[in-house]
């Protein structure tokens, strides 16, 4: 049976393809229209679907949207409606944005494919999140918690899930928490108070909240209050984002809190406004956790299940699920790649499989890796044709360049294999670097990323070395798998770890297993035989706005546009021409091949 997921229209839309039980293909439109966070309906993503398994539309059995559009509809009139007449000015807007093509999704998919009617299904928006988070984790039996900022109603649901000996699948929803009560919404709120984009920058208020302390706790309580059945309630007078699209906090939240951030001012922590920032991002994150924990604490209770499955956009949140990890009660924590809206296409694919047409239970992969593959020969016909010195060597003579690079401080692009389905770069389309030294972080800030200073750097390590440089609790190579949560880096080793430790002494590692990707693995290996330390800084290959890039072409225009000083993608390596290092021919390194 073959089923196509597609999530849009929100942010980050995405298509996935589902054959016999097991995703064959997903990517976000983004990683293809090269418009970051491209919320369009994704017929890029859609026709690369079917390019891949060599299908015409109509040997589709069933193209699933990821939520329910007319209950989205009956939530925003029922919204818009309540608030009036505050609301009169977002009404038409509100009302034309979704009339004019998002609530008759079923002809909008079935005239775009050439699908019959028939053959478009939906399914509610946080099921998607919940079958992503279970259907693709490696346990039969887990209890489930998604939480986002919105899908039709609700915003946050608890259930388990159940994958059963004769090869059904159950996925059961306890309770759920609705619009507009929301942990995402108010994540997000605090993230344009802070001065950030909604829906794209909330990990700048993770990252922010380790310069402050979180002084500003029982304030941000004030928003959002713990009920009597175990779930919790916001405070409205502090919100405008259910009866607005101009802003998502109120006059009263300012007066609490004062005035917002500019955004065209960047953060100074030696003024008293820079730490006040600092502060408030420290407390709502402080109260963000404390209420997962709580959530997740009275889920174990009820299900007494040892594994939690995490979805939606607030399970990016790594420092939650740190703490969700060590206080929740459950052992481990799984968190897939794309746990956000662009993973819900997986999911509703997935979801439509198992439940809706009750197709047998599958083992899936433990990968993120379900993307376009790189053309290592197009990189090298690229950059000879500009006159860059590319070779192509064999793994081994590879991998012990690409190690000398980086021992030598070069900073390498490097792309291997099918691009990542997911925010993070896991080891496929990522700039590597030495980790040791704070000039390598301001390098790689100052001349690539162009990026706020107090941002943090992730290291990747293979999981054998791991336990040597983090501290890393039972259950965190798990949910470090993905880069899914923050740990310490151990004290003796942050003086040699600077570029990648945060200022409070954690890092969001990537702990690598050699099968998921094993020529990276083996590139960690040869660069701590030559260090001593077999830790690379791991930052996704993209400039600031732009996608993570996808193909060689767009991995070869980001290096030639920064300092980059070494691409690689596949067997081919490309050294700039005008990095004023020592370059090796191609006729030298294919002798040493020989
Ligand atoms: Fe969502």
């Excluded at 993307?371 to 070779?391: F, K």
């Excluded at 949910?479 to 899914?484: G, Q, V």
């Amino acid at each position: 049976m073959r089923i196509l997921g597609i999530s849009a229209h929100y942010h980050d839309s995405a298509a996935a393809l589902v054959v016999d039980g097991v995703p064959v293909w997903a990517v976000q439109e983004e990683r293809l229209s090269r418009h970051k966070g491209d919320a369009a309906f994704p017929l890029l993503a859609i026709e690369s679907c079917l390019q891949h398994a060599g299908m015409d539309p109509d040997e589709l059995d069933a193209v699933v949207f990821y939520e329910r559009p007319m209950l989205k509809f009956d939530r925003v009139l029922t919204c818009t409606l309540r608030a009036f007449p505050q609301s009169w000015r977002a009404f038409p807007k509100a009302m034309k944005n979704l009339l004019g093509e998002k609530v008759w999704m079923r002809g909008i998919v079935s005239s775009h494919l050439g699908v019959p009617g028939r053959k478009v299904l939906f399914t509610e928006h946080h099921q998607s999140h919940a079958a992503a988070a279970f259907l693709t984790a490696p346990t039969r039996r887990a209890a489930i918690m998604t939480a986002d900022a919105v899908g039709e109603w609700a915003t946050l649901s608890i259930g388990d899930g159940e994958r059963l000996p004769n090869g059904a699948t159950k996925i059961r929803r306890f309770r759920e928490i609705r619009f507009p009560h929301s942990l995402g919404m108010l994540y997000s709120t605090f993230t344009a108070y802070l001065g950030f984009r909604v829906n794209e920058d909330e990990y700048k208020v993770m990252g922010l909240a380790a310069y402050g302390k979180p002084t500003q706790v029982e304030d941000v309580r004030r928003l959002i209050r713990r009920t009597p059945d175990g779930a919790f309630a916001l405070d409205l007078k502090y919100f405008e984002f259910h009866t607005t699209a101009e802003r998502s906090y109120s006059s009263r939240f300012i007066e609490l809190f004062g005035p917002p951030r500019n955004p065209y001012e960047p953060i100074d922590f030696n003024t008293a406004e820079g730490r006040r920032f600092a502060d408030c991002a420290a407390s709502v994150q402080r109260v963000l956790e404390d209420t997962m924990v709580e959530l997740a604490q009275s889920l174990h209770h009820e299900t007494g299940l040892p594994d939690l499955c995490l979805g939606g956009g607030v399970a990016l949140n790594g420092v939650a699920n740190a703490r969700l990890l060590a206080e929740s009660g459950f052992d481990r924590i799984f968190v897939p790649p794309a746990p956000g809206d662009a993973g819900c296409a997986i999911g509703a694919a997935l979801y439509c499989d198992r439940i809706h047409f009750g197709n047998p239970d599958r083992d899936l992969p433990d990968h993120p890796f379900w993307g376009p593959s790189v053309d290592g020969s197009e990189l090298a016909q690229l950059a000879r044709e500009d006159g860059h010195s590319a070779a192509v060597c064999e793994d081994d003579a590879l991998i012990n360049h690409v190690a000398d690079d980086l021992a030598a401080d070069r900073i390498v692009g490097w792309m291997e294999g099918a691009l990542e389905f997911g925010p993070r770069a896991l080891g496929h389309r990522s700039i590597l670097a030495a980790p040791h030294t704070t000039e390598m972080r301001d390098r790689l800030n100052r001349e690539i990323k162009y990026r706020e200073p107090f941002r943090p750097f992730a290291p990747v390590v293979p999981i054998e070395s791991a336990g040597r440089y983090f501290d890393i609790p039972p259950g965190g190579a798990r949910l470090a798998r993905f880069m899914s949560g923050v740990f310490p880096v151990r004290r003796e080793w942050r003086s040699q770890l600077r570029a990648i430790t945060h200022v409070d002494g954690t890092a969001r590692l990537q702990i690598l297993e050699h099968a998921m990707a094993p020529r990276l693995h083996a590139l960690l290996e040869a660069y701590g035989r030559r260090t001593g330390i077999p830790v690379l800084l791991n930052t996704s290959f993209n400039l600031a706005g732009e996608p993570i890039v996808n193909r060689a072409v767009e991995g070869y225009s980001t290096f030639l546009r920064c300092k980059i000083d070494v691409l690689v993608a596949g067997g081919t390596r490309v050294m700039k021409r005008t990095s004023g290092m020592e370059r090796t021919p191609v006729h030298k390194m294919k002798e040493e091949i020989a």
